[in-house]
């Protein structure tokens, strides 16, 4: 557990140091464990970090989080918090996790390894019992922080968003703006000098508003109780692990500090010191051991006695101890120095990356490079494992220890990505400003400036082969949107006109963009490589031409871009009438769930469902749809749930990409979904069999807005697609001209195996239903070319001649008479738009919508 077990161990062992408060009485008073009054009219300000605290701002462990979340109890509960701190002189900042820490990586792999456990155990769950599964095994519903984030913009609490150390951040900015406390929960502030810090795990808010209650914890009681003196506890930080210098490194040196008399003596012998002591007894042994330090400046001696008994890479263990010294150093800091840490002849070769924390307060920070695989024992190269705590003497050590050597303590792979184009000055400034602001999505600002991003687990059954991972279904949106933000459209036509002078094949440019995630079949330990994608139909606008342009046919551009995305850019969407803006981003995500090829994701009355509940009602009465009972929830319906709700989230950072069409009061998720009222529709209509107009409570104008918004979703959509269909070619090689090496799995993305319908070949499935009728091809109205059938359909009674027609000039309009037509999945650099819309005007078969 490291450092992070630090908290754990407060309310443990020093009681004493944790004392309940009520804020809102704080406010109007003196602060807990002294300090100077507040003048009587100020307001008490405090910092938020909410990473620690989604559940809470969610509004606790209530049940039906399972559901798909339910968004307008969430809005109520912020409602009442953000009125109960006004009304009691508070004043709250919240800070959004927006960075992307590739130095905390190996943290958020282990998470992201747990959490597709615990995903894996919901389902279970809900497959056997047919119940919510227990508040311990919480995931927070998908896009939540961002619907936090929606919501606390329209109750006017401020927000801000991380960009690089989001920890550096948040103390930076807790210190140089004049809070009075911060509200967290994380073991990094409590020895970070933060005079006044409240457990954010337990912030409650009482039902009448009027108590506002939590922990402080008294850091000098702690210190204390340790008999250890403050300024020592950076290098008592350092020295229990964290990620620049993980406890597994450490794990040896821990085992050293009790001794052969300790009674987990024996046990370190037996397990070969691939255990980690208990957590309790480690911080009282470093504790020990750095009250004893003669001199805690001489960092170089304190590492070589730390690493003394090290077999293998000693120096870059002693190297990462003086980093991690550096940056708790950096967060014990006075507000008002901005502070530079580096130089050394060791650190000559290290990358230096600047971190521009709130306010302007710039330090710059070292990175640590990652630690090379030993292949000694010495646990350089291994992970361990944590008995817990321990009281007394040892029970089960007789249990078996597992062997741990194959798990790298620096458990990811990365890879080298070509560097990506450069956007325009003026685009950074807008995105840096909105993405601190907390007005874009952390996506944007991760692809523009680092080209990856990381998708955390969703609830899904990584046994069904009925649903696609959420990662790939989705995956499409995010490829057009990288094509997006580096302007590919506008760089692919210019590569055509400089190869049309040159007379000579265009050569276009390749962006790739790192995705980390974890879903079945695919691990977290490794990104992959995802190529943007851009519009063939249209050029799309270059990025700053699309945020910045103010003309009316710019927002029609933009609006455009974000349909384009989505695979929506059909009239009927755009039709007011049939789609009431509020709700063009579910209507949007549901048309797209319904393009994946081979599987059927949706059916009809899982779709009416979708639409009926977004009609409902019942969707603003959280307080009767807390009251809701659904008896069995049904796996499925949690699982669609969850695949929706993470279309949602490609949705928004789609909107934020394409210049924000779509305002962000139309994109909230509680104008368009409670997960529960979902669920309950899904019951009805599987088991009960309920019709429409039972959907929607015998409300005839209901049901005929559904029935609208049912045909605009399916405008143009066919599916008569066969099961072994792939969903995308095979992706073509990487250009020469000195590209780095990509490993060859991971490349794009890994679709279902390729396997040919019996008896016909690789060819596009369906399309000798054409050639044996025979046919001509039209493109924008001209006929390009046409076939004869065979001999068996020529003569009389035969199939009439078939007509297919691409980029026709019925496919639609756009804004002010811009024409844009119908696209099908394309590939990096196959267009097959032909033989589907082939295959698909010949197989209008079997539907049930």
């Not at 000195?738 to 890994?750: A, E, L, Q, R």
């Not at 078939?802 to 756009?814: A, C, E, I, K, L």
């Amino acid at each position: 557990m490291g450092v992070q077990g630090f908290l754990e161990y407060i309310e443990k062992h020093c009681p004493s140091a944790v004392v309940p408060v009520d804020l809102q009485r704080l406010a109007r008073g003196s602060l807990v464990g002294g300090g100077r009054q507040k003048p009587p009219q100020s307001p008490l300000r405090l910092l938020v970090d909410a990473e620690n605290c989604l559940h809470r701002l969610y509004g606790g462990f209530y049940t039906d989080w399972v559901c798909g979340g339910q968004w307008n109890h969430m809005l109520g509960y912020l409602a009442a918090l953000s009125q109960a701190c006004f009304n009691g002189n508070i004043e709250l900042l919240v800070c959004f996790n927006g960075a992307l820490e590739k130095g905390r990586l190996h943290e958020w792999v282990k998470r992201q390894v747990n959490e597709r456990q615990t995903a894996q155990q919901i389902i279970s769950h809900v497959q056997n019992k047919g119940t919510p599964p227990p508040k311990v095994w919480f995931l927070p519903p998908v896009c939540m922080a961002h619907c936090i984030r929606l919501a606390l913009l329209k109750f006017r609490v401020g927000v801000v968003q991380s960009v690089e150390d989001h920890h550096l951040e948040v103390i930076a900015l807790c210190r140089k703006s004049g809070f009075h406390g911060l509200v967290a929960y994380d073991s990094d502030y409590a020895l970070s000098n933060i005079p006044y810090y409240f457990n954010a795990h337990i912030l409650k808010l009482s039902r009448n508003g009027k108590n506002l209650t939590t922990s402080q914890y008294l850091m000098h009681e702690v210190a204390r109780q340790l008999d250890l003196s403050p300024n020592r506890f950076v290098i008592f930080a350092s020295l229990l692990g964290n990620h620049l210098l993980p406890d597994e490194d450490l794990a040896a040196f821990h085992w050293s500090l009790l001794g052969p008399e300790h009674p987990l003596a024996s046990l370190k012998v037996r397990a070969h010191q691939l255990v980690l002591p208990p957590c309790d007894v480690v911080i009282k042994a470093v504790a020990d051991y750095v009250r004893s330090i003669p001199d805690i400046t001489d960092l170089e001696t304190i590492g070589k006695d730390i690493f003394k008994n090290s077999q293998s890479c000693t120096d870059d263990k002693i190297f990462r101890f003086k980093k991690a010294v550096e940056y708790y150093s950096v967060a014990n800091q006075p507000q008002h120095l901005p502070l530079q840490l580096g130089g050394g002849e060791s650190e000559s070769s290290l990358t230096s990356t600047t971190y521009w924390l709130m306010g302007n307060l710039t330090i710059d920070l070292i990175e640590h490079p990652h630690t090379p695989l030993c292949p000694q024992t010495d646990l350089c190269g291994t992970s361990a494992v944590n008995l817990g705590s321990q009281d007394g003497d040892l029970q089960g050590s007789n249990a078996q220890i597992p062997s741990l050597l194959s798990m790298p303590t620096r458990n990811h792979m990365d890879i080298t990505i070509p560097p990506l184009p450069a956007p325009a000055p003026e685009v950074l400034r807008v995105a840096e400003h909105r993405h601190k602001k907390g007005l874009m999505y952390p996506y944007v600002y991760h692809v523009l400036t680092k080209g990856e991003i990381k998708l955390s687990v969703t609830i899904e059954d990584e046994a069904n082969k009925d649903l696609p991972s959420a990662v790939q279904l989705f995956r499409p949106i995010r490829q057009y949107v990288y094509g997006v933000l580096f302007s590919l459209s506008e760089a692919r036509k210019k590569a055509e006109r400089l190869a049309m002078r040159k007379n000579c094949l265009p050569e276009y440019t390749h962006v790739m963009v790192k995705e980390w995630a974890a879903y079945k079949g695919k691990s977290p330990h490794t990104p992959e490589l995802v190529e943007a994608l851009s519009f063939r139909e249209w050029t799309c606008p270059n990025l700053k031409k699309l945020w910045l342009g103010k003309a009316v046919e710019d927002k029609n551009r933009r609006m455009r871009a974000f349909l384009a995305c989505m695979r929506s850019d059909t009239p009927a969407m755009l039709n007011p009438d049939n789609v009431p803006t509020p709700l063009l981003v579910l209507c949007c995500v549901l048309r797209f769930m319904l393009h994946w090829p081979g599987v059927r994701i949706l059916r009809r009355y899982e779709l009416d469902a979708f639409l009926a509940q977004a009609l409902s009602p019942k969707l603003y009465e959280p307080d009767q749809l807390q009251e809701l009972k659904i008896d069995n929830l049904d796996p499925r319906g949690v699982q669609l749930a969850a695949l929706f709700m993470s279309g949602v989230d490609m949705a928004l950072f789609a909107n934020d990409a394409c210049g924000q069409p779509i305002p962000w009061e139309h994109c909230c998720p509680w104008m368009y979904f409670d997960g529960k009222l979902l669920q309950n529709k899904l019951v009805r209509a599987s088991r009960e069999k309920a019709q429409l107009i039972d959907l929607c409570d015998g409300q005839a104008e209901l049901a005929a807005r559904v029935e609208k918004m049912r045909q605009s979703i399916l405008e143009g959509l066919n599916f008569a697609r066969p099961p072994h269909l792939p969903p995308f070619p095979p992706p073509p090689p990487l250009p020469p001209h000195g590209m780095p090496f990509y490993p060859p799995t991971g490349y794009f993305y890994n679709p279902p195996p390729m396997t040919p319908p019996a008896g016909r070949g690789w060819g596009v499935p369906g399309l000798e239903a054409v050639q044996t009728q025979g046919g001509k091809l039209e493109i924008a109205g001209t006929v390009v070319g046409q076939w004869s059938g065979t001999r068996r359909s020529r003569g009389r009674g035969g199939i009439p001649l078939q007509v297919v027609s691409v980029g026709g000039p019925n496919r639609g309009t756009f804004g002010r008479g811009g024409r844009y037509h119908a696209r099908t999945f394309k590939s990096q650099g196959t267009d097959c738009a032909e033989k589907n819309i082939i295959y698909e005007r010949n197989n209008n078969t079997a539907l049930d919508f």
